[in-house]
Nanobody
Framework: QVQLVESGGGLVQPGGSLNLSCTAS????????MGWYRQPPGDRRELVATITSKGRPSYADSVKGRFTISRDNAKSIMYLQMNSLKPDDTAVYYCKAFTDVASWGQGTQVTVSS
């Protein structure tokens, strides 16, 4: 049974930084692509970034140049380094494993506000 646990969310001022983590268990982490999604208040869940099993990243246009996705296959952890945060980045952030049946974490709240 795949389990994904996000951590690292919180309240940050505009222009600040946060580093999210997604710890995976119950899967061979190194075999699967992973992704970060977010759901702003009252809005749909949207793709933020993905990373292949080999570590190739891809980003939504809205976060390019500000966010960095990475993974540590030895530790079964995926990261999202978020810099230059804006109020529009406020959302619940979810990690996803592109396993045979997609798996999701429970989410972590990120609030960007002064």
């Amino acid at each position: 049974q795949v389990q994904l646990v996000e951590s690292g969310g919180g309240l940050v001022q505009p222009g600040g930084s946060l580093n999210l983590s997604c710890t995976a268990s119950g899967m061979i982490f190194s075999m699967y692509a992973m992704g970060w999604y977010r759901q702003p208040p009252g809005d749909r869940r949207e793709l933020v970034a993905t990373i292949t099993s080999k570590g190739r990243p891809s980003y939504a246009d809205s976060v390019k140049g500000r966010f960095t996705i990475s993974r540590d296959n030895a530790k079964s952890i995926m990261y999202l380094q978020m810099n230059s945060l804006k109020p529009d980045d406020t959302a619940v952030y979810y990690c996803k494993a592109f396993t045979d049946v997609a798996s999701w974490g429970q989410g972590t709240q990120v609030t960007v506000s002064s």
